[in-house]
Every structure is written in structure tokens, then in C-alpha cells.
């Protein structure tokens, strides 16, 4: 096992390598750990020795998205930073070549999503719940995980999720393809996710990467070109004028 202080990895032999997403308590979203994570699924992908990576989260909540706390008080450079770490974190993941199973046992929301989405396999536990929650805390979505999303969702799940911000549970997550296999308790999840994991991890590698780009590489292209035409740093920032009090009517929401 190796690990720094918000990702670790285990291996579990045959290729397979466990990425467990460390930040704690929920994995909420901050630019370095998006960028260490890009970097982490770069290295992987590049490794010959990995065959299939899982993707994991010790804590209840898979991961929370931003930290409102935080996040209302970004001033410009901050709000690019995190725009940046948005785009190439998911876009790091949407595009490795391995495959890369979801083991997701509490919820993923706003941010916190796009692990998922940009994964291969989905698999969920029943207390699972997924959303995107953007809409609600007053912020659009940076180029990358809006590229993701239209890719990965279809257009009635995209104005389900998207335009009213509200949470599903893993039975309508599984009926919109959000997610693929629904665990009862964690010992299945991690068991379900392994197999899963292990199966992909058969299939011949080149033909699998191949095929991975040729599914994404038009919405790939897209993200970078975004990317190279200042995608990171949206004119006049990533917030507006709502952004701050919506951020704060979610905080006080969430408390009460």
C-alpha cells in the first residue's frame, strides 16, 4: 500500500488497484486534491501493471462536492483554481485508459458526482443517493463536468438533475444509468465492485482503451479544446452575484 494524505491505493493483486479518495470527513472538493487526483489516474493509466482501478471512499458520504464553508468566500484566483482542478481532475479520469469501477457507498453530490460519471462501472449501495446540486447553490457547470454530464446523461436525467438540483436514490439512479449494481451492505459493495474490477481487468487492454477513446474521444477533445481557449478562467470569475447568498441558504439549510 502507498498513500498520501488524501489518496491512498491498495493493490489487490492481478492488476487491480484500489484508489481510496481520503479527504476527510465527506471528500469535499478542493483544487489540490482534484489536481492530486488527476495526477494519480495519469499515473495509473500509464502503468502497465494496472489492469482496472476501483475508486473508494472510507467515510459515509462518497463525497459532498465543494465545501460551501469554504467555497463562499473564493475570490477570483480561488474560484479559477477550483474551475481548473474541476476540469482536469474529471477529464483525468473520464479519459484513462484502464478501466475504473465506482464503489460508491453513501452519496456523491454536485462535484462529487463526476466521479462516478466519469467512471466505467457503477456500483452503489442502497443508502446511496446521487445529485447535482449546482442549480441550487447559485453556480453553472465548468466545461468539463458539463461535457461529462451530456455524454454520460441522458437529456431527460440532465433536466432531472440539473435544473432543480434535487437528489435520487440508488433505484432511480440505476434507471436513469447512473449507476449499474445496487449492494445491501458494504461487504457486498466492495465485493461487487472487486468483481466487476476483475472482469474488465480480462479484457484485452489495447482493445479496451481503444474502444474507451473511440466512445469518448469527441467529448475529450471538446474539454481540452475548452481547456486551451481559457476554459480554467472564466471571464469575470466562476461565481455571480447570487452565487454567495445561495451558497449561504444551503449552509443554513443543511444545519437546521
Known amino acids: 500500500m502507498t498513500e498520501n494524505e488524501q489518496l491512498i491505493i491498495r493493490e489487490h493483486g492481478d492488476g487491480i488497484v484500489e484508489l481510496q479518495l481520503g479527504r476527510a470527513p465527506v471528500n469535499a472538493l478542493s483544487a489540490d486534491f482534484l489536481l ?74 454536485a462535484g462529487g458526482l463526476f466521479f462516478v460519471l466519469a467512471s466505467d462501472r457503477r456500483v452503489a449501495m442502497t443508502k446511496s443517493s446521487f445529485g447535482l446540486a449546482e442549480v441550487r447553490v447559485g453556480a453553472d457547470f465548468p466545461i468539463g463536468p458539463l461535457e461529462i454530464a451530456k455524454a454520460t446523461l441522458d437529456v431527460d436525467t440532465r433536466r432531472r ?77 466562476w461565481f455571480n452575484s447570487q452565487t454567495k447568498a445561495a451558497m449561504q441558504k444551503m449552509i443554513d439549510h443543511g444545519s437546521s
Open 161 to 237: 438533475l440539473m435544473l432543480t438540483g434535487q437528489s435520487v436514490g440508488p433505484i432511480a439512479a440505476r434507471n436513469f444509468g447512473i449507476i449499474d449494481i445496487i449492494a445491501e451492505d458494504p461487504e457486498d459493495l466492495i465485493g461487487y465492485s472487486l468483481a466487476e474490477a476483475r472482469k474488465l481487468a480480462e479484457l484485452p487492454s489495447l482493445a479496451y482503451a481503444s474502444i474507451k477513446s473511440q466512445l469518448r474521444g469527441e467529448t475529450i477533445a471538446r474539454i481540452k479544446a475548452a481547456i486551451e481557449n481559457g476554459g480554467n478562467s472564466p471571464e469575470g470569475g
Open 36 to 109: 492530486s487526483f488527476a495526477a494519480e489516474m495519469t499515473r495509473l493509466g500509464s502503468d502497465d501493471a494496472v489492469r482496472a482501478i476501483i475508486l473508494s471512499s472510507p467515510f459515509k458520504v462518497f463525497s459532498a462536492g465543494l465545501d460551501l464553508k469554504e467555497a463562499q468566500n473564493f475570490d477570483l484566483e480561488q474560484q479559477n483554481a477550483i474551475v481548473r482542478g474541476l476540469n482536469e481532475g474529471f477529464l483525468a479520469l473520464y479519459a484513462c485508459p484502464k478501466p475504473v469501477v465506482a464503489c460508491v457507498g453513501g452519496a456523491a453530490i
